[in-house]
T-cell receptor, first 117, second 114 residues
Framework: AQKVTQAQTEISVVEKEDVTLDCVYE???????LFWYKQPPSGELVFLIR??????QNEISGRYSWNFQKSTSSFNFTITASQVVDSAVYFC??????????????FGKGITLSVRP | AAGVIQSPRHLIKEKRETATLKCYPI?????VYWYQQGPGQDPQFLISFYEKMQSDKGSIPDRFSAQQFSDYHSELNMSSLELGDSALYFC?????????????FGSGTQLSVL
């Protein structure tokens, strides 16, 4: 069975601090996809990144960066110079792939990030 | 760009009533997923449809049913509502491409059962 573990439940930082959100996953699939979603207080789920299991290159997008380490089954997310608008719940998710068409997501429990001014 | 549209945004029902949630996927997306997120919980997969056929089923109660119509919109029908059905219900859509598609989520329908 697939599983996503986000051991941190709540993190509080002061604006401009860097913060890393951890994600560890379990799967028996050799091909899989990992995602991060942001859920601000307004409730919607905002897609941040998708990474496939064959691409271990780290990715940077503005203040966001992701570190994928297949050897430790981790896909960590770092926010540099955090801002108050980064306050949200962040979910890491893993997709099961079916032959052909669609995939469903298994989510972690989420990490509540609070950024104080 | 067009996003996934869910209606209504908020719904208040009483126990044992029925509710219908609607989802309009992004144009040209052929796959729809329904997720349920209880208070303080992670989203849980309920059911998915690909090309108007049910493609997978998760922890969806027998009291719930869903379908995808010819225009690809989907409806989640919930009967004999219970207090525990109070949750945020997300619809997501994707375009199948043989890869792990990006799921684009709607803003959700907040269902409150009193």
């Amino acid at each position: 069975a697939q599983k996503v573990t986000q051991a941190q439940t709540e993190i509080s930082v002061v604006e401009k601090e860097d913060v890393t959100l951890d994600c560890v996953y379990e799967t028996r699939d050799t091909t899989y996809y990992l995602f991060w979603y942001k859920q601000p207080p307004s409730g919607e789920l905002v897609f941040l990144i998708r990474r496939n299991s064959f691409d271990e290159q780290n990715e940077i997008s503005g203040r966001y960066s992701w570190n994928f380490q297949k050897s430790t089954s981790s896909f960590n997310f770092t926010i540099t110079a955090s801002q108050v608008v980064d306050s949200a719940v962040y979910f890491c998710a893993l997709s099961e792939l079916f032959t052909g068409a669609n995939s469903k997501l298994t989510f972690g429990k989420g990490i509540t990030l609070s950024v104080r001014p | 760009a067009a996003g996934v549209i869910q209606s209504p945004r908020h719904l208040i029902k009483e126990k044992r009533e029925t509710a219908t949630l609607k989802c309009y996927p992004i144009p040209r997306h052929d796959t729809v997923y329904w997720y349920q997120q209880g208070p303080g919980q992670d989203p849980q997969f309920l059911i998915s449809f690909y090309e108007k056929m049910q493609s997978d089923k998760g922890s969806i109660p027998d009291r719930f049913s869903a379908q995808q119509f010819s225009d690809y919109h989907s409806e989640l029908n919930m009967s004999s509502l219970e207090l525990g059905d109070s949750a945020l219900y997300f619809c997501a859509s994707s375009h199948s491409g043989g890869e792990g598609e990006k799921l684009f989520f709607g803003s959700g329908t907040q269902l409150s059962v009193l």
